[in-house]
């Protein structure tokens, strides 16, 4: 059986990848997808540390956020269509109209 | 689930979070992170999460995934520069050597957590869909009902903030008829 401090160690890891994507790239949507793993990599904290204290709390955490990230990428998409439209341009550094 | 799984399905994950934040193509970053959740749901199953699992593959893999290639497909963007291009060198630096001290903060304090170590047995109903839907619809009745009002507020928020107005319509509308703008193509490869 793997330890839960394994699934824990993975989810760090991933949590740190997802961060170095949004900070290292300027493209909306792959800034998005880093955002997207670093919700997933805190789900499996969740269901790791649920199933070491034997709660299905974890597990219905996990079931929200899911919900809310799908609301998120809907939203958020819509968000980036209408930017290309106006702007014809996925680059962040390039959306600078509200910069002081 | 055996150590030598757990081992294959870590690394496979990691590969595909790599892949996600450092390829070109954004189609190829999608379907890394496709591979990153697949990767996850099998590893909530052998947590004994089944249904969450399989939630995960369906809604992330199944709608979300989906959502974003559309999303890359309609938009028509062709290449990136990938990570030599974006954000500056010092930033990139500073952003790296950040999320490497994250992680290896939290691998610290995860270490000093001894109760981690311990393995533990499991009720075999643990994760099951009767179970999660006892405490769904019990304990968190409430929160279940509102996450109803939140996908229908995100629902129209999507419609109401893609949609086309009528007065943007006539030059954008020609946007993708006209492949050959010299600007337009090199501005798109640019971004």
Redo the contacts between chains.
Sequence with gaps: ??????????S????????????????V??M???I??ML?AV??AF??L???I?S??G??I???V??????????G??????M???R????A??LNLLRW | MPQWLFAFLAALAIIGALGTILQRNLVHCVLGFALVLIDLGVLYMGLGAVTVGFLQIIVYVGAIMVLFLFVIWLLNIQADTGVRGGASLSLKLVGALAAAALAAELFVVFSHAPKLREVRTIAPAFGSVATLAHVLFSRYLIAFETTSLLLLAAIVGAVALARRLAGQSAEVAAMPSQPGSAARESRREVA
């Excluded at chain 1, 899911?66 to 939203?75: Q, Y």
Aim: charged share 15%.
């Design positions: 059986m793997t330890p839960i401090i394994d699934y824990m160690a993975l760090a890891l991933l949590f740190a990848i997802g961060a170095i994507g949004v900070l290292i790239r300027r493209n949507i792959v998005f997808l880093a997207e793993l997933n789900n499996l269901v790791a649920g199933r070491r034997g299905m709390d597990q219905v996990v079931f929200f899911m919900t809310v990230a799908a609301a998120e990428a809907a939203v998409l819509a968000i980036i269509i209408s290309f439209r106006n014809e341009t996925v680059n550094d390039e």
